[in-house]
């Protein structure tokens, strides 16, 4: 029996199509007032466990359930959904990458934003309003050159800019000589933008659901258990959970998580800040980035500038913040768009992301044990791969076998020294800073 | 927050003024020419795991420190990167380390 939406609100129910008649078909769960999922029973064996509900576990499950039939699958999420690097992020998406394996795979996750939109039937706030990376040196501007190519090469759009067209573009810039670092050239992505990143676990977690999944919010893994080279199944606060298999999508935890297989991996989780000034009348069109200031930055649909993009360098598994680096977001932000001066931060938060040593991310299955999959490392990456990656983890957890556009992210490369050079980015980070 | 650590020379120190130089990994593995024909594709294998593999934990470890903007010095110390506090060797968090966080000199 199924309890629907009360009405009591005054406000009527959301009508659910057509995936309404998939949800009576399951019945079993209790979707309560003002919720977007079931609440289900905590069942002792699952066909797949999935550790993390954050939009990577999410999407997994729901491309799981929706795609290859698999509906007997569970995201366990320590605390809340959403409550790591998929609430904490910046919100940017965008498919300027580096390399020729990495961009076709960001760039269907670009496209796949108002595809799920409507396939979930909730808005998710793509708003497509262009990326523009700033150079402030020879060396930037050759890079640009480099990211340019590879994405003509995929069929992604991205432009070279000279510091005047970047005046023109977003006049709030200081193209002139007088910043510490004067703009030389801009790469501009026309289709990159921001996505609201809580509409996405939200929507992602009630298409999960309502195509059969169950989230369990509160269920932290404290071991994994194997037998015979296989996983058979976790360890929680909430007792044994069995599964046949495994994927680990812990986001920034992801170390953690594979540390309790005595697994080693190529991963340092680091901690990423962010922060908010007060809000402003819309000024700034497009999000900007600069490397040489170290700083990203866009407004928010509240007015906000939500601005981020510093890392301390040492492994830690908090999410403080330091004084230090809000007075370099003030100094950075006002050297090269100077009308920001005077303004206040409002709030200060940090999350964490899993750096591997070459910035791409290690997307890999039945690798140390049978039924153990992975999806981590992707840094500060993992928000706009979120759908996308899901999608192709669902194939591979489904099938067993690696596809195609996944096959160069195998842990096995960095055993092989085929590492993947997207270390062309925005960030300093590690201990070789 | 920030935190401050212990050098060897100078004391007590905010964090900013040292760079991190990673976990302490043992003795660099055998490489050359001989490793490699003791045992092909072992020793670049055994290279890659000592150079990026790492088990982390959210458990105290021992760590490289450099003091660049102070004396100059290398150290080890420990650090419980579930905390981002200094750590006494081998585990428990050091007493007077949250005090010492908190007061800015």
New interface residues.
């Given amino acids: 029996m199924i309890r629907r939406r009360s009405n009591a609100s005054g406000r009527s129910p959301r009508p659910v199509r057509p995936l309404g008649r998939l949800r009576s078909a399951l019945g079993a769960g209790v979707l309560r007032p003002g919720r977007l999922w079931e609440e289900r029973p905590l069942r002792r064996h699952y066909d797949v466990v999935i550790i993390g509900g954050g939009i990577h576990g999410l999407a997994t499950a729901y491309y799981l359930a929706k795609d290859h039939g698999v509906q007997d699958v569970a995201v366990l999420e320590s605390q809340y959904i959403g409550f790591g690097g998929s609430g904490r992020n910046t919100a940017i998406v965008r498919a300027n990458q580096r390399t020729q394996e990495n961009v076709p795979l960001y760039d269907e996750g670009l496209k796949l934003w108002p595809i799920l939109t409507d396939e979930l039937d909730f808005n998710l706030m793509f708003h497509n309003c262009g990326n523009l990376n700033l150079a402030h040196s020879e060396a930037a501007v050759a890079a640009f050159r480099l990211s340019i190519n590879t994405a003509g090469f995929c069929g992604v759009r991205l432009e070279l800019l000279d510091a005047r067209q970047c005046g023109e573009l977003v006049p709030a810039l200081d193209v002139s000589d007088r910043p510490a670092h004067p703009i030389q050239a801009g790469m501009y992505h026309p289709p990159g933008g921001v996505v609201r990143h809580d509409a996405v676990v939200w929507g992602l977690a009630r298409g999960a659901n309502l195509h059969g999944a169950a989230i369990h919010q509160g269920v932290e893994v404290r071991g994994i258990d194997t037998e015979g080279g296989r996983v058979t199944g976790v360890r929680t606060n909430a007792g044994r959970i069995g599964c046949r298999k495994l994927g680990i999508m812990a986001g920034g935890y992801a170390?953690?998580v594979a540390?309790m297989l005595?697994i080693?991996?190529?991963?340092?989780?680091l901690?990423i800040q962010a922060m908010v000034t007060q809000p402003l009348k819309p000024f700034l069109h497009h999000v900007v980035s600069s490397g040489a200031y170290d700083v990203y930055a866009n407004q928010t649909l509240k007015g906000e500038i939500a601005t981020g993009a510093h890392m301390?360098?040492?492994?830690?598994?908090?999410t403080?913040?330091?004084?230090?680096y809000f007075k370099h977001q003030a100094e950075a932000l006002t050297d090269f768009m100077p009308c920001l001066r005077g303004v206040r931060f409002l709030r200060v938060w940090a999350g964490l992301a899993d750096m591997t040593?070459d910035m791409a991310p290690i997307l890999d299955g039945n690798f140390a044990h049978d039924g153990l999959y992975l999806d981590a490392g992707w840094g500060y990456f993992g928000f706009k791969s979120g759908p996308v990656a899901g999608k192709y983890m669902a194939e591979f957890m489904a099938r067993g076998e690696a596809p195609e556009i996944l096959k160069p992210f195998a842990l096995s490369r960095?055993?092989e020294?085929r590492y993947m050079g997207e270390t062309a980015v925005a960030m300093k980070y590690g201990?070789w800073d | 927050?920030?935190f401050r650590l212990t050098c060897p020379v100078c004391g007590k120190r905010d964090?900013?003024e040292f760079?991190?130089?990673?976990?302490e990994r043992g003795p660099r593995p055998a490489e050359g020419d001989a490793a490699e024909r003791a045992d092909p594709g072992a020793a670049?294998?055994a290279h890659?795991?000592w150079a990026?593999?790492?088990?982390?934990?959210?458990d105290p470890r021992e760590?490289w420190w450099y003091h660049g903007a102070g004396c100059g010095v290398w150290f080890s110390t420990w650090?419980d990167?579930?905390?981002?506090r200094e750590a006494r060797p081998g585990g428990a968090e050091t007493s007077g380390n949250e005090a010492s966080g908190g007061d800015s000199s």
Avoid: I, S
């Avoid at chain 2, 760079?19 to 976990?23: E, L, Q, R």
């Avoid at chain 2, 990026?52 to 959210?58: E, G, L, T, W």
């Fill in positions: 170390p953690a540390a005595d080693e991996l190529p991963l340092n989780p901690t301390d360098p040492q492994v830690n598994y908090t403080d913040v330091t004084a230090r040593p960095f055993l020294n201990q | 927050m920030t964090v900013y760079t991190y130089g990673g976990p670049a294998e890659f795991r990026q593999f790492r088990m982390n934990r959210p760590e650090r990167p579930a905390t981002n």
